[in-house]
């Protein structure tokens, strides 16, 4: 269902989404306050009755309002820099986790163990549960430890998709014949959610993919049990 | 780290290779495959160290990759120099 909340970005359950969350409160109100300012001018200017008609210019005012904007970029450039590097860190990963997107699912492999791989397709309207979440549910989900930091490889099998969970900031394309990898660290348990966002062909929208992130005493634990099966 | 991890060496993966440090990490992967098979074509089939490339390449490519090199090296036509 569209409530409020679906406006704002999602909670956040990684460290680099909490800060990306940050930058854009701070982006907008950086951009809030230019709207403030620069409609009270104009407003003013419509409505007040000063004229002179052989103004032609100012020296002090032209070098204030061509620094102060210049001297705004910077307070948004930095900390947006500091967070695209920061992105692109790479950590020592604990886990290696394969996707591969194909039409129209998501395959998942654990090599660092045994090996195992699982398609994940969406629970179709018909087979849905109460508590499913319509045209987010998946039949098989990715599970992953949290507070540890988790290396994805993606690519894909036939045409570009995009695997995708904005809760932990993780958006990356899925190409077929190359391998992308991203890393993240999620901080708490929980389901989460995610879909496609590379167009992909007539089921693109039904592609979801849903994370389950568990402790990672259960995480060795499911691991074990499905190198069992 | 939580304890339980560092008790079990379950949990292990491919490290960070400076060698790769973009997004893009086909070679790391590529590279892993290859070194491995010449690893054990200098060392011999049961040399134990070979195997850090085959756990690198088993943790990075996707099976179908591996199966299809595997085809190719079996068919004589991989396009490597092994
Ligand atoms: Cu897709």
């Known amino acids: ?229 | 780290m939580p304890a339980a991890l560092k008790s079990t060496d379950v949990l292990q993966t491919a490290p960070f290779d400076p060698r790769f440090p973009n997004t893009n990490q086909t070679r790391y992967c590529y590279q892993s495959f290859l070194d491995f098979h010449r690893c054990q074509k200098v060392k011999g089939a049961d040399y134990k160290p070979c195997d850090y490339f085959k756990k690198a390449y088993n943790s990075l490519c996707p099976n179908a990759w591996i199966e299809r090199w595997n085809d190719q090296l079996e068919g004589g036509n991989f396009p490597g120099s092994v």
Request: glycine fraction near 4%; proline fraction near 5%; hydrophobic fraction near 50%.
């Open chain 1, 1 to 229: 269902m569209a409530t409020w909340n679906t406006i704002l970005l999602q909670d956040s359950a990684s460290p680099l989404m909490e800060q990306l969350s940050f930058f854009h409160n701070h982006a907008l109100l950086i951009l809030f306050m230019i709207t403030v300012l620069v409609g009270y001018l104009m407003g003013t200017l419509f409505f007040n009755q000063f004229n002179y008609r052989f103004l032609l210019d100012g020296q002090t005012i032209e070098i204030i309002w061509t620094i102060l904007p210049a001297v705004t970029l910077i307070f948004i450039a930095l900390p947006s820099l500091r967070l695209l590097y920061l992105l692109d860190e790479v950590n020592n990963p604990l886990v290696t986790i394969k996707t591969i997107g194909h039409q129209w699912y998501w395959s998942y492999e654990y090599s660092d163990f045994m090996n195992f791989e699982f398609d994940s397709y969406m629970i179709p309207l018909t087979e849905m549960k109460p508590q499913n979440f319509r045209l987010l549910d998946v039949d098989n989900r990715v599970i992953v430890p949290f507070n540890s930091q988790i290396r994805m490889m993606v690519t894909a099998a036939d045409v570009i998709h995009s695997w995708t969970i904005p809760a932990f900031s993780v958006k990356i394309d899925a190409t077929p014949g190359r391998l992308n990898q991203i890393s993240f660290l999620i901080n708490r348990t929980g389901l989460f959610y995610g879909q496609c966002s590379e167009i992909c062909g007539a089921n693109h929208s039904f592609m979801p993919i849903t994370v389950e992130s568990i402790s990672p005493s259960f995480f060795t634990k499911w691991i074990s049990k499905m190198n069992n099966l």
